[in-house]
T-cell receptor, first 116, second 113 residues
Framework: GAVVSQHPSWVICKSGTSVKIECRSL??????MFWYRQFPKQSLMLMAT?????????EQGVEKDKFLINHASLTLSTLTVTSAHPEDSSFYIC????????????FGQGTRLTVV | AQSVTQLDSHVSVSEGTPVLLRCNYS??????LFWYVQHPNKGLQLLLK??????LVKGINGFEAEFKKSETSFHLTKPSAHMSDAAEYFC???????????FGRGTSLIVHP
């Protein structure tokens, strides 16, 4: 089956620093990737949708300058949390869509970010 | 607009008894519907999906769901709960022509010995 690899699985960083999370589709080409954020005991909230080679589309209320998304190739998208603060601590999950299986998206394992 | 409502935030069952997790959806288009499971501090695993084929969908680990258009429902069932089924379950609908997955709030399944 299609596999999406997300790295790192967990990261601890200091306030004010930036953290990059990678999302790779290992055995398919992902024309579209989605980034979600999950607060403890809550559902996944869509942050942004990224299409390969174009700018990401952010959901309302998501700061595009804080959460930088790059989707430079058909197999890689990155989310960079800039100038991280403790309130950015959360579980971030990426999802990739295989254009050959149009209605299904595949999810990464998630990244637990803790900002201290 | 697409939306999905999971009617129960928590469901508690005894091991060996049936499981029912409820999901209702609204969609302007013919929807695709999914159930995912998330174990603590883990990513998401697809249990099953409906994409306009058979209305009764069988998934992994003995789970199944039935798409009922007249009731706009896609409830998840399992005949006999196992302790390892304890997890968070999400019902997901793809959003219109863009196929963006939209999540329900999740249902926490608790299984008692």
């Amino acid at each position: 089956g299609a596999v999406v690899s997300q790295h790192p699985s967990w990261v601890i960083c200091k306030s004010g620093t930036s953290v990059k999370i990678e999302c790779r589709s290992l055995d398919f080409q992902a024309t579209t990737m989605f980034w979600y954020r999950q607060f403890p005991k809550q559902s996944l909230m869509l942050m942004a949708t990224s299409n390969e080679g174009s700018k990401a589309t952010y959901e309302q209320g998501v700061e595009k300058d804080k959460f930088l998304i790059n989707h430079a190739s058909l197999t890689l998208s990155t989310l960079t949390v800039t100038s991280a603060h403790p309130e950015d601590s959360s579980f971030y999950i990426c999802s990739a869509r295989d254009f050959a299986v149009f209605t299904e998206a595949f999810f990464g394992q998630g990244t637990r970010l803790t900002v201290v | 607009a697409q939306s999905v409502t999971q009617l129960d935030s928590h469901v508690s069952v005894s091991e060996g008894t049936p499981v029912l997790l409820r999901c209702n959806y609204s969609s302007s288009y013919s929807p695709s519907l999914f159930w995912y499971v998330q174990h603590p501090n883990k990513g998401l695993q697809l249990l099953l999906k409906y994409t306009s084929a058979a209305t009764l969908v069988k998934g992994i680990n003995g789970f199944e769901a039935e798409f009922k258009k007249s009731e706009t429902s896609f409830h998840l069932t399992k005949p006999s709960a196992h302790m390892s089924d304890a997890a968070e379950y999400f019902c997901v609908v793809t959003r219109g022509g863009s196929y963006i997955p939209t999540f329900g709030r999740g249902t926490s399944l608790i299984v008692h010995p």
